[in-house]
């Protein structure tokens, strides 16, 4: 309740900071300067709503560091996290919840469990790929694509999109369009790498 009525009022005030962890500051410099006209009620609250945010940031952190640590210990999460776009999160959530890969004949087999394999029409006697059928493990799904979509932003920033494949893909289709099929091709590595036990090799750029 805290945390609302600091945010609220501070809005009111006119004070609204950007999203984001490192937006934070401007928010604490504004409660900090001494000529600001805020109440000092809004004030208070809104340091302890800053203090709140530090302590879970905190929190987090320590949190994230023995997720690295523990799937950097593990063998095989280490392999997944060499894939573009897998961190330790996904890591250990695909190992936690999917099933084991000897399980699927082919990488397309565990893509479909996931959800990720477009739906096929037939239009004229020709097949036609429509969007991704999210019928299979949402949670890992979402990761994938959340993964993807990573890689894609890294790249765009950069300039330069060093995997050929990728840079087709995102010659022809939307960002989106394309975080769906570089979701699709990361769990078939997945796949190929966890069954013949191998560590992911970049393409390199024609």
Same mark, same amino acid.
Request: aromatic share 4%; no cysteine; net charge positive.
């Given at each position: ?80 996290? *060499? ?6 999160? *996904? ?54 694509? *959340? ?60």
């Amino acid at each position: 309740m805290v945390d609302f009525v600091g945010i609220r009022n501070l809005a009111e005030f006119g004070v609204v900071a950007p999203q984001g962890r490192a937006k934070i500051t401007q928010l604490v410099g504004v409660l900090e300067d001494g000529d600001s006209a805020l109440p000092e009620a809004v004030v208070e609250l809104g340091r302890l709503l800053i203090e709140r945010i530090d302590d879970l940031d905190v929190k987090i952190d320590g949190l994230d560091r023995r997720l690295r640590a523990s799937a950097r210990e593990n063998e095989e999460t280490a392999r997944l996290m *060499t894939i573009p776009g897998i961190g330790p999160i *996904t890591a250990l959530a695909i190992q936690a919840f999917a099933p084991p890969m000897e399980s699927f004949r082919r990488g397309r087999d565990f893509s479909a469990w996931l959800g990720l394999v477009p739906r096929q029409h037939t239009t004229g006697g020709k097949p036609r790929l429509g969007r991704v059928s999210k019928m299979g493990q949402r949670d890992l799904r979402r990761l994938l694509i *959340t993964g993807a979509m990573a890689v894609i932003h890294h790249a765009s920033r950069r300039g330069e999109i060093s995997d050929p494949w990728l840079a087709r893909m995102l010659a022809r289709k939307p960002k989106m369009l394309g975080a769906a099929a570089l979701a699709n091709r990361t769990a078939r590595i997945v796949w190929a790498l966890t069954t013949k036990r191998e560590f992911y090799r970049a393409r390199a750029a024609a």
